[in-house]
């Protein structure tokens, strides 16, 4: 228990921090509301009425997200195996060509649906 406690200490204090900012934002921020504070803010121009709906993105938008959500999986997995390489055997090896056949299929679906293409 004594390992943790740097960790549980960290912790703490992380939710100490978040805690007080929202409160102390509340507390000091400005209570004054108007029309054009509450209105949505589109880079100067005047607001859209917004669809019911609340209007559809487009496919390249997730296709986007989609290939770095891929590469963040990509490098938590490999940075690890290629820091312990060495130790890990055929068993690692094995396992690290699994992975890497597998997260080829996102890689395949996205380049057919031409998420790699950019405009």
């Given amino acids: 228990m004594n390992s943790y406690a740097p960790i549980l200490g ?11 900012s929202v409160v102390f934002s509340s507390v ?14 589109e880079c100067g121009i005047e607001p ?13 938008y997730y296709l986007t997200a989609m290939t770095f959500i891929i590469f963040d999986i990509e490098i938590i997995f ?3 195996w290629a820091v312990r390489f060495d ?5 690692g090896f ?19 649906r031409g998420g790699l293409d950019w405009d």
């Fill in 10 to 20: 960290l912790i703490a204090i992380a939710a100490v921090f978040a805690v007080g």
């Fill in 28 to 41: 000091a921020g400005p209570k004054r509301f108007n029309r054009a504070r509450l209105d949505s803010y």
């Fill in 48 to 60: 859209t009425p917004q669809p019911v709906g609340g209007g559809r993105f487009p496919v390249k």
């Fill in 78 to 80: 490999l940075y690890p």
């Fill in 87 to 91: 130790h890990l055997g055929v068993f």
């Fill in 94 to 112: 094995v396992a690290m060509v699994t992975f890497i056949f597998l997260i080829t299929v996102p890689f395949i679906y996205e380049w057919r």
